[in-house]
């Protein structure tokens, strides 16, 4: 596995690439691969320099864990490079990401990028789109080996934003010079990396499909509702459009569609729907430090909401359940889940629930939704969960 992002990233812009995209825009190899690693640092550039802005790695999370960013969706864009630039998925979420990142800079950097490589600005464009599907392909894999959160992604892009301006002339950083980042541009300079890209790129090439299916071992702990679990993370790319609905007291909640808000608020409101054993609903926006129970404070968002929610509905009483896979050791397991579902239960109080219509349990590995024998079915079975109680 690279040590870095950046090595991440490269390993997958070589000549395998490079060389089929060069024939079909009838550029050079080297010619193309300048262009696509120089898009590739502009993105990784403009992701660690907008880390902090409230909301971003959100965004960006969502886009990169996205199921239309597979390890079948990389080896079909090798395959036939078209599906990059052309009207698919993938294709679309390359268009997102690239737009995110750069917002109203997209024109400057494709100018900029296009003058570093030699290529026209159209051809520019086309590579910057690859290059975005190939830098997602590399943050997805990235992200699943080092089990990762939005958080802890930007502190490793942030850690790593020196390296890339080393890179970066200032002729380029003027183009975004301004408040809200310092997105970039490589120089020629990126050319000398190739001396030491050039093993990475060749055992990637190899391995490449491999590594994609790669995992490394799982904490004896389990992250039970993290939402740097890969359930969390593939929830996170199906909340749907966020839309803006009133509660009966009056305050307005901008919530997504197919989150765990709009399910709540629907089975409240619904007489038809009576209260039950095994109804629950998922949290899919809650993050805890890594091997802990404590909340980091981009959960607030999500917990915020549902505060609302329970204040604005004074008769609905819950209950919030902790649960994990079965890997590692059962008390060790349970003890983490149930510390995270009242920490949970307490963050609810801190913001105005009244305790006594809260209840709190971690089942540890009971009751599993998925698949034990797949990371897949593993995922699914680390959350945090919320049931209603009374209404």
């Known amino acids: 596995m690279a040590d870095s992002i950046i090595e991440s990233v490269m390993s997958l812009l070589g000549p395998q690439i490079a060389s089929p995209l060069a024939a079909q825009m009838g550029e050079s190899t080297d010619t193309v691969q300048r262009g696509l690693q120089g898009g590739a640092e502009a993105m990784l550039s403009g992701l660690a320099a907008r880390a902090d802005e409230p909301g971003f790695l959100g965004q960006i999370f969502g886009m990169i864990t996205n199921p239309a960013n597979t390890p079948a ?66 943050l997805c894999k990235y992200v699943r080996d080092n089990n990762m959160s939005p958080a802890t992604l930007g502190s490793a892009l942030k850690a790593e934003a020196p390296g890339l301006q080393r890179f970066l002339p200032a002729e380029f950083r003027s183009i975004f010079a301004g408040p809200s980042s310092a997105v970039a541009v490589p120089s020629q300079a990126a050319a000398t990396t190739n001396k030491w890209l050039w093993p990475v ?90 091997g802990k129970a404590t909340l980091e404070p981009s959960s607030d968002e999500q917990l915020n909401n549902i505060a609302e929610i329970l204040k604005a509905y004074p008769n609905v009483h819950v209950k919030i359940g902790g649960y994990t896979d079965n890997t590692g050791d059962p008390a060790a397991n349970k003890a983490l889940s149930d510390a995270r579902a009242k920490n949970v239960m307490n963050a609810l109080v801190a913001k105005g629930v009244d305790a006594s219509r809260m209840e709190a349990e971690g089942y540890g590995d009971q009751y599993p939704v998925g698949d034990n024998s797949t990371e897949e079915g593993r995922a699914q079975n680390r959350r945090i969960a919320l049931r209603v109680t009374q209404k």
Do not use: H, Y
Not at 77 to 82: A, F, G, M, R, V
Not at 216 to 236: F, I, L, Y
């Open 73 to 138: 969706a990389l080896t079909g864009l090798t395959s036939n490079l078209e599906t990059a630039s052309g009207a698919s998925p993938l294709s679309d979420l390359g268009g997102r990401f690239l737009s995110t990142v750069f917002g109203s800079r997209m024109d400057a950097v494709t100018d900029a990028v296009s003058q570093f490589s030699g290529l026209g600005a159209g051809k520019a464009n086309t590579l910057l789109r690859v290059a975005a599907t190939l830098v997602m392909g590399a």
């Open 201 to 290: 790129v060749l055992v990637a090439a190899l391995l490449l499909a491999g590594l994609w299916f790669f995992n490394r071992a799982k904490s004896p702990v389990q992250e039970a509702g993290n939402a740097m679990g890969n359930a969390a993370t593939s929830a996170m790319s199906a909340l749907g459009e966020f839309f803006k609905t009133k509660l009966p007291n009056g305050v307005e909640l901008n919530i997504p569609q197919f989150g765990i808000e709009n399910k709540l608020l629907t089975f409240i409101q619904d007489p038809s729907k009576p209260v039950d054993d095994t109804t629950w609903f998922n949290f899919d926006r809650l993050l805890f430090n890594t």
